[in-house]
């Protein structure tokens, strides 16, 4: 990669996103949140340094801990929830206990597990490392297990967790230090590379856009997701005409698409942020009338208010999504019945949300943990639950994600492709249902 495409990030844009994009401003690893950690995978060794900087050489749990039922009445089982909810951006990842409490309500319709009623014990780090850390610790004093928790700031809670690694935390993670913990179990895998479905499906309709522009959060989990996906790209031949690291707060990226245009992108990569400065992306590509051959997401824009805030259909149709989830604003929800059920209890449980990424992984984590915790039988404890856990080699929430082993940390290399058509997203590979699975993980060496 050359000096001359890479740009460091320009700063604070000086000014906020008014409007609908107002107080909803995904930020930082939201990028890979949505997008590269849709690919994940290989954990870094254990006691590898967290995003916080905290996380220490995880401890043997010891025969108190693995016998522990905090959090587990006759009655009821509690569970909490670390995310962000509030802060500078309000709601950013509000949608994941949302997830886990939509799941919870199905369960519990049917009558809970063992004659428990599952409930969680929601807590909002507000966009804070420290409150993550303390809010950790106050779910394990409490709760039996953390599920579906998901912030920028989990690196910061892992210290707590190395600590008592009887206590399951069953969410997916940005953060390479808990993701190497033997207490995490991801229903979506952390790792660096990129799934070669997508590729090769772009070399075959896309055969002369091979040369990708990209903007990235310039945040150090989106740089390192970055990094994998485009060794993925470069291995089947594609390369790299310009990157801009960018502040996650920027508003305007008409420079961007100036200097892409000017370097000869013909790709451009909307995978490393999230669909809010996508859709500003977009409507700045409108504007200097630039239509690349092909603009291409691992899943970020794949969201309700994406083509309407990007300026409609005449600046989205013909955008690729490539992504390890089902369609599951509603498209696939006539054949994959996970997809109805998400769909009907989230609204259930709140009315007036719009699922998003962070809600589908709520709802897969929570499906992850009920299952370990059937198994272990009608008296549980947190080992007994970590043991199951242990077990659960192969995964994929009904359908709703493609398969991935949480047990082993591996990654989802199954994939589909849909594309805005008349402002709508519509399915193209699979045609039906389902994930296209012969393909492979592309993995750089070393990672």
Not at 78 to 102: D, H, Q, R, Y
Request: charged share 10%.
């Amino acid at each position: 990669m050359s000096d001359s495409t890479r740009r460091g990030g320009r700063g604070l844009a000086g000014r906020a996103l008014s409007g609908a994009l107002a107080g909803s401003l995904a930020l930082g690893t939201v990028a890979a949140a949505g997008g590269a950690l849709l690919t994940a995978a290989t954990a870094a060794p254990a006691g590898a340094a967290s995003v916080g900087n905290t996380c220490v050489p995880a401890l043997a749990p010891t025969a108190a801990q693995n016998a522990a039922t905090t959090g587990l009445t006759s009655k009821a089982v509690t569970v909490g929830n670390v995310s962000i909810i509030t802060g500078p951006v309000p709601g950013l990842f509000a949608g994941a206990p949302i997830g886990v409490k939509a799941y919870f309500a199905m369960v519990n319709a049917q009558g809970g597990v063992n004659g428990r009623k599952l409930y969680v014990d929601s807590k909002d780090d507000a966009f804070s490392g420290s409150q993550n850390a303390t809010e950790t610790q106050q779910a394990m004093a409490s709760d039996f297990a953390l599920v579906g928790s998901f912030s920028l700031f989990d690196g910061y809670g892992c210290a707590a967790l190395a600590q008592n690694t009887a206590v399951p935390d069953v969410s997916v993670t940005l953060d390479s230090g808990t993701n190497a913990l033997p207490n995490d179990f991801s229903a979506q895998p952390l790792a660096f590379g990129e799934s070669n479905g997508p590729i090769a499906y772009y070399k075959k309709h896309y055969p002369k856009a091979k040369t990708i522009g990209a903007i990235v959060s310039d945040v150090a989990s989106a740089r390192a997701q970055w990094q994998g996906q485009i060794a993925g790209f470069e291995a089947q031949g594609y390369k790299l005409g310009y990157v801009d690291y960018v502040n996650p707060l920027q508003s305007d990226f008409t420079t961007d698409v100036i200097n892409m245009k000017n370097h000869g992108v013909t790709a451009v990569d909307l995978t490393d942020l999230d669909w809010q400065v996508g859709a500003i992306f977009a409507q700045d590509m409108a504007t200097q009338n630039w239509h690349p051959q092909l603009v291409f997401s691992g899943g970020p824009i794949y969201a309700q208010q994406f083509i309407t805030h990007a300026g409609g259909p005449a600046n989205t149709n013909g955008f690729q999504i490539g992504q390890t989830q089902a369609l599951y604003l509603g498209e696939d929800a006539n054949t994959v019945p996970a997809v109805k059920q998400f769909d009907t209890y989230v609204k259930k449980v709140n009315p007036n949300w719009s699922p998003d990424l962070y809600t589908a992984f709520g709802w897969a984590s929570a499906q992850l943990f009920v299952q370990a915790l059937k198994a272990a039988g009608p008296n549980p404890t947190r080992g007994a639950v970590i043991a199951q856990l242990k077990k659960i080699t192969s995964f994929n929430a009904g359908n709703l994600l493609g398969t991935s082993n949480p047990a082993a940390k591996t990654p989802i290399a199954c994939y589909l492709m849909a594309q805005i058509k008349n402002g709508k997203f519509v399915r193209e590979l699979p045609a039906k249902s389902g994930f296209d699975c012969n393909t492979t993980y592309y993995q750089p060496s070393g990672s």
